[in-house]
């Protein structure tokens, strides 16, 4: 049950990410076309822009994150328990333990940050750390840890980045339609227009599209690293009383920055209505109905893995 | 005709080779884990005499409790089978239960820090055991179902690769743990 369900979420994730790479490359090329009469060029600047964003993220994104929320190092001596569960779950995941933070916020939150297992850290607020008990915390710190584990912080920082490369092209492009760009292309125009028709709305459309691709994958990471997480602490009712915990508590966040978002255990700026399309996180009932299912069958859940413990 | 030969030659070798790695790299991370789990075992052994001494003071009349702890505790150093091992572990998991049952009983010691300490100390190195166990049984599977399945199997025999054990059946001693002399009149 429980492997299906982390074996379903990889294949959605791949089949989203081969959507959005060949979705970012139809809309380069459209603007290389229309602007450049060569959909190669749209390409290479699509290319080129995804690039340098690719290394300045991945260098530096985990300082900045932290910095931002005003994260501080969570010692032993001060946070014992926290480190502990963080230990913990390293052992389980098989990892380095990662570094800890801790942030002065009353809600209860918590993200991981970092480019690679080697040099990751988990951050949660003091609200977190105050509200659950600690097989709650351990189901947090296991979720945290899933995100290290598979990757995911390289996963969305990418699709992050690709969403970007086509939000700058797409832009160029509708520059260009007020620098007489347009006219240019309108002059050799002929036989493919109903191609060109498809490459316009594409181009338009794109910004759209692509955030609403990148919020997809984004929800299918969270609902692979809840199931990871169920796997490592081999308690997936903890993390849902944790979820409910969380979502059933009214405190405002006082992190502004939705560039963080989509790493947090829950959202912070979520409204009940934006939920679906633009939702960087699964509705956490949905989230707490899929880890109450697998602690149901958690006999089969054991099977093979822990029944040799 | 030749070209065809060479291609399939070609993907055959490339499957072995990578095969013979994935294998290589697993049984490597399952020797690291279980020595994962004796560093684990040993920080257990390690640190009973520190709880007991933090203890005792408060404990007159609980001499049995601890004397049945350090008991646990000694016969899981000195076990020299497999079996007994496991049989002592479980017995010192009970003794400490037991320990920490009859200082509820103990309000000045129940509200002391030291012994909060030691109390989230303890529950952290029984879930790293825990867990280090999890983890390695989890890699063993891992490793047992690629050496059986096909058509990874006739690599693995060929190279001569065995069915690695789960944690359960085989248990190595930890050996070099020191050894606790109580004074209980001090």
């Keep these: 049950m429980i492997y299906d369900q982390i074996e379903k979420n990889k294949r959605n994730s791949v089949i989203l990410i081969i959507v959005m790479s060949l979705f970012s490359m139809a809309v380069c090329y459209f603007v290389g076309v229309y602007f450049f009469d060569k959909g190669i060029i749209g390409l290479l600047i699509g290319f080129g822009i995804a690039i340098v964003s690719a290394i300045s993220s991945y260098f530096a994104g985990d300082k900045i994150i932290l910095k931002s929320v005003r994260a501080k190092k969570a010692t032993q001596d001060n946070y014992q328990v926290l480190n502990d569960v963080v230990v913990e779950m390293a052992i389980a995941s098989g990892l380095d333990k990662p570094e800890v933070y801790i942030i002065q916020d009353s809600s209860p939150n918590a993200f991981a940050t970092g480019r690679d297992p080697e040099h990751s850290s988990i951050a949660v607020t003091d609200g977190l750390l105050r509200r659950l008990n600690r097989a709650e915390l351990q189901g947090v710190i296991a979720h945290e840890m899933s995100h290290i584990q598979n990757r995911d912080i390289l996963f969305v920082t990418t699709v992050s980045i690709m969403v970007g490369a086509v939000v700058i092209v797409s832009s160029i492009y509708r520059t260009s339609l007020w620098f007489g760009g347009y006219n240019r292309r309108r002059s050799n125009d002929s036989g493919g227009s109903l191609m060109a028709m498809i490459g316009l709305l594409l181009i338009i459309f794109a910004p759209l599209a692509s955030k609403v691709i990148q919020m997809a994958i984004s929800r299918q990471r969270e609902y692979l690293a809840d199931s990871n997480a169920a796997l490592l602490t081999r308690n997936p009712k903890a993390l849902a009383d944790a979820l409910k915990k969380i979502s059933s508590t009214h405190v405002k966040s006082k992190i502004q920055n939705t560039a963080v978002n989509p790493l947090f255990i829950s959202e912070p700026f979520s409204s009940v209505n934006v939920k679906d399309l633009f939702s960087t996180h699964p509705p956490i009932e949905k989230r707490i109905k899929k880890l109450e299912a697998m602690a149901y069958t958690k006999g089969d859940l054991m099977k093979g893995v822990a029944s040799a413990n | ?186």
């Design chain 2, 1 to 186: 005709m030749m070209w065809i030969i060479l291609g399939v030659l070609a993907v055959l070798v490339i499957f072995v080779w990578s095969t013979y790695n994935k294998l290589i790299r697993l049984k490597n991370r399952i020797q690291n884990s279980w020595a994962q789990i004796n560093v684990e075992l040993k920080r257990r052994y390690d640190l009973i005499p520190n709880l007991v001494n933090a203890v005792k003071g408060y404990m007159k009349y609980e001499k049995e409790t601890l004397e049945a702890v350090i008991q646990a505790r000694n016969t899981c150093i000195s076990s020299s089978s497999v079996a007994s091992q496991g049989k002592a572990e479980n017995v010192l998991t009970g003794a400490l239960r037991q320990l920490f049952a009859v200082a509820e009983k103990y309000p000045d010691l129940k509200s002391n820090e030291n012994l909060m300490k030691m109390q989230e100390e303890l529950t952290n190195t029984e879930n790293r055991i825990a867990f280090s166990r999890q983890f390695y049984n989890d890699i063993v599977l891992k490793f047992n179902e690629e050496i059986m399945l096909f058509p990874r199997n006739i690599v693995a025999s060929i190279f001569g690769f065995k069915k690695q054990d789960y944690f359960e059946v085989e248990i190595e001693k930890v050996s070099n743990a020191p050894k606790v002399d109580l004074n209980f009149e001090a």
